[in-house]
Nanobody, 126 residues
Framework: QVQLVESGGGLVQAGGSLRVSCAAS????????MGWFRQAPGKEREFVTA???????YYADSVKGRFTISRDNSKNTVYLQMNSLKPEDTAVYYC????????????????????WGQGTQVTVSS
């Protein structure tokens, strides 16, 4: 059983930066793919970025070049560094964890992930 807790959300001006974190319980963090998804009001949850347990990273086109995902396995934590923020980035950001040592997953899909955090609100003002 894995529990994920996001933190670091808040209100940021357009063009600013913010880093959100996701702390995971358990001892299998380093062998799981980790992803970030977001959901804006009235819209479905969408893929933002992911990092496999082998270290490969993936980004949605909308955030490529602005967002960076990283992980610190010693702290069981995954980070999302968000730069050059835009109002359209406003959403609840959710952290997600995949199955341990699993290679056959499509990291862009919500179906790949088996654990989800409660989310943290990120609001970008103009």
């Amino acid at each position: 059983q894995v529990q994920l807790v996001e933190s670091g959300g808040g209100l940021v001006q357009a063009g600013g930066s913010l880093r959100v974190s996701c702390a995971a319980s358990g001892r299998t963090f380093s062998s799981r793919a980790m992803g970030w998804f977001r959901q804006a009001p009235g819209k479905e949850r969408e893929f933002v970025t992911a990092i496999s347990w082998s270290g490969s990273t993936y980004y949605a086109d909308s955030v490529k070049g602005r967002f960076t995902i990283s992980r610190d396995n010693s702290k069981n934590t995954v980070y999302l560094q968000m730069n050059s923020l835009k109002p359209e980035d406003t959403a609840v950001y959710y952290c997600a964890a995949g199955r341990p040592q699993y290679y056959g997953s499509n990291l862009y899909s919500t179906e790949t992930y088996v654990y989800w955090g409660q989310g943290t609100q990120v609001t970008v003002s103009s």
